[in-house]
């Protein structure tokens, strides 16, 4: 997998485990999702490209689950209204 436009102020390490953050409405706090193999930074950009091999073989998968956050509106409006303060 690809992480696309991680910002360089990020220390990022081959062998590093990623992690979701859960600074979104869409993925939970703290699913692993796999290690870094390798990294480039953009040329004329302040990111990386960040090469993930994932913990999981997708391949493999024989079910998944379609899970809806029915209270992100919610969410984005409290961080909204954090964010103001």
Same mark, same amino acid.
């Given at each position: 997998?690809?992480?696309?436009?991680?910002?360089?102020?990020? $220390? *990022?390490?081959i062998?590093?485990?990623?992690? #979701?953050?859960? %600074?979104?409405?869409?993925?939970?706090?703290?699913?692993?999702?796999?290690?870094?193999?390798?990294?480039?930074?953009?040329?004329?950009s302040?990111?990386?490209?960040? $090469? *993930?091999?994932?913990?999981?073989?997708?391949? #493999?998968?024989k %079910?998944?689950?379609?899970?809806?956050?029915?209270?992100?509106?919610?969410?984005?409006?409290?961080?909204?209204?954090?964010?103001?303060?």
């Amino acid at each position: 997998m690809t992480l696309e436009a991680v910002p360089k102020h990020q $220390t *990022v390490s081959i062998g590093d485990t990623i992690i #979701t953050s859960g %600074y979104s409405t869409i993925f939970p706090k703290g699913i692993l999702v796999g290690k870094i193999e390798s990294y480039t930074i953009v040329p004329g950009s302040n990111s990386y490209d960040i $090469t *993930v091999k994932l913990f999981n073989d997708l391949s #493999t998968l024989k %079910y998944a689950y379609v899970v809806q956050n029915r209270l992100s509106a919610e969410q984005l409006s409290l961080e909204s209204e954090v964010n103001q303060e």
